[in-house]
């Protein structure tokens, strides 16, 4: 597992935890005293009581270590702050056979699949940083003309030797120290003889492990990419809640209830918010942001097919770009799931969120516990495709427009 996949699961349990977990805890490994560390930090300016309610609230959701999950799934539903509104259920409702040929959707045609990506040639640019060393997944190497951004490369060492990719190294670049948790480790960033242009580079963290560094260009997206999206008809969700398209959305899920073939775009918009990250982290990831991702999601009257999208030229084309969009998949149910937020900490007084899943039974509970437990081998399958917050405060309404 390399640097930014670890990155990544960090940054997602913890945003899980924090601004999108409205389900109930029920990992047997999650104690009392766990969740009471994350109340207090999290309510420091609240009274004795409002911290010993919401204390209460949290003992109740873990409960005991020795109760059955499905008991202890029935007692947090029925015992939580839930409005009479709340939704758990699965947006399909009629029982169709499975379909022998793909059928068009009425409305948005669905879009085109290329086989291959034209070759797009990546101009090496300084980054504009002063920064240097490792953070955020990305190494920052300085040279003679300025500071360079570098990530893992995707391939293992022997898909490199088969691309006739040669690992003899040459001069050496750059030695920084990097912090550990128990201990700091020394890096030696060496240039490669093969490729004089340093594309790519050969990183020996000493004593530990080694790994092929290439080039990492800036991902943001273009200025009017989000507008453009809007005119071709996109769901956009921004850092997590819609913003655009929900009556398109809306129109997509009553096909579905129906049992009719639908097709629905969607893209995913995220800024980078510099209160909220460290400044190491927002030094090396500033040039992400704004990013946009797009998928398209069909509904063949059986099945659902989420498929990553990339734009090229002026059309939009269904393509996974490897290290870059999620492989396409599929799903046999799409599940509704509302309710009231459930802890005084959480960022949102109420959700709205759409799930495919392969269950039509499974809760949202048993889902945000298993992206909890995902680490030992608890995943449930999913994969959240619209969502939409009811933020507590202005600030957080600002963040979304």
């Keep these: 597992m390399n640097r930014k996949n670890i990155c990544g699961i960090l940054i997602c349990l913890i ?21 009471q560390e994350i109340i207090l930090q999290d309510n420091e300016e609240k009274t004795e009581e409002d911290i010993k309610k919401d204390t209460e609230k949290a003992e109740n959701i873990v409960g005991s270590e020795n109760t059955e999950n499905t008991n202890i799934v029935e ?9 009479e509104n ?13 379909l022998n040929e793909t059928i068009a959707a009425p409305g948005l045609p669905l879009l085109s699949r290329l086989d291959s990506w034209p070759e797009e040639p990546v101009e090496i640019v300084p980054y504009d940083t002063e920064m240097t060393g490792a953070a955020g997944g990305y190494f920052l190497i300085p040279m003679e003309d300025g500071i360079y951004r570098y990530s893992d490369y995707d391939y293992s060492v022997q898909a490199m030797v088969d691309k006739g990719i040669s690992l003899e190294t040459d001069e050496l670049l750059y030695t920084f120290q990097e912090t550990g948790i128990e201990e700091n480790h020394t890096w030696e960033i060496y240039s490669l003889k093969e490729y004089p242009d340093r594309s790519l580079l050969f990183a020996d963290c000493v004593g530990f492990n080694s ?130 937020s459930l802890f005084d900490f959480e960022s949102f007084s109420a959700y709205d969120k759409y799930m495919l899943t392969n269950d039509d039974q499974v809760t949202w509970e048993q889902i945000w516990q298993s992206e909890i437990s995902s680490l030992m081998g608890a995943w449930i399958p999913h994969e959240e495709v619209y969502c939409e917050y009811t933020w507590k405060n202005q600030d957080q309404k600002q963040w979304e427009d």
Aim: hydrophobic letters at 35%; glycine letters at 6%.
């Design 15 to 35: 945003c899980i935890a924090m601004l999108c977990c409205c389900g109930n805890v029920r990992d047997v490994d999650m104690t009392n005293e766990t969740y």
């Design 75 to 83: 007692k947090t539903v029925e015992e939580s702050d839930k409005s």
């Design 86 to 98: 709340y939704i758990s259920e699965s947006v399909v409702k009629k029982e169709t056979g499975t």
């Design 211 to 340: 790994l092929v560094l290439s080039y990492a260009p800036e991902l943001a997206c273009e200025e009017d990419a989000l507008e453009d999206a809007r005119e071709n008809d996109f769901v956009i969700m921004r850092n997590g809640s819609v913003i655009e398209g929900t009556k398109i959305w809306q129109d997509f899920v009553s096909d579905v209830e129906n049992g009719q073939p639908a097709v629905v775009r969607l893209g995913y918009y995220y800024t980078l918010d510099k209160d909220n990250v460290s400044p190491d982290l927002f030094e090396a990831e500033k040039k992400d942001y704004p990013m946009l991702f797009f998928k398209q999601l069909y509904y063949d009257g059986s099945s659902f097919t989420l498929s990553p999208v990339n734009k090229l030229e002026d059309k939009y084309v269904i393509y996974e770009k490897p290290g870059f969009n999620s492989p396409e998949v599929t799903y046999s149910f799409l599940m509704h799931y509302a309710g009231d």
